[in-house]
Nanobody, 123 residues
Framework: QLQLVESGGGLVQVGGSLRLSCAASGATLDWYAIGWFRQAPGKEREGISC????????YYVDSVKGRFTISRDNAKNTAYLRMNSLKPEDTAVYYC????????????????WGQGTQVTVSS
């Protein structure tokens, strides 16, 4: 059973940076695409980024493109989301999720989810 645990969230100033980690256990991430999602207060969960298996194709939603970078290290069974130039609207709980075999725009198709890590950007 694949388990995912996010870490690295916290309180940062506007314009600051943060790196989130998604550590997997119970199974290898090699065959999974990894997506990052976020849910802000009063809003629906939105997909913001995804990376294909074997460190392949990367996708970003327009609102984070150029600021966020998704990566993975299959040897460490971990995925990452580096966030730069953070804005107050980035404040949300951030989740990682896994899906076989490719990235999807629909969160319902992801099979495994972490419990989330809080990111708060002060203004």
């Amino acid at each position: 059973q694949l388990q995912l645990v996010e870490s690295g969230g916290g309180l940062v100033q506007v314009g600051g940076s943060l790196r989130l980690s998604c550590a997997a256990s119970g199974a290898t991430l090699d065959w999974y695409a990894i997506g990052w999602f976020r849910q802000a207060p009063g809003k629906e969960r939105e997909g913001i980024s995804c990376i294909s298996p074997s460190n392949g194709t990367r996708y970003y939603v327009d609102s984070v493109k150029g600021r966020f970078t998704i990566s993975r290290d299959n040897a460490k069974n971990t995925a990452y989301l580096r966030m730069n130039s953070l804005k107050p609207e980035d404040t949300a709980v951030y989740y990682c999720a896994a899906i076989i075999p490719i990235c999807s725009d629909h969160d319902q198709r992801y099979d495994y989810w972490g419990q989330g890590t809080q990111v708060t950007v002060s203004s």
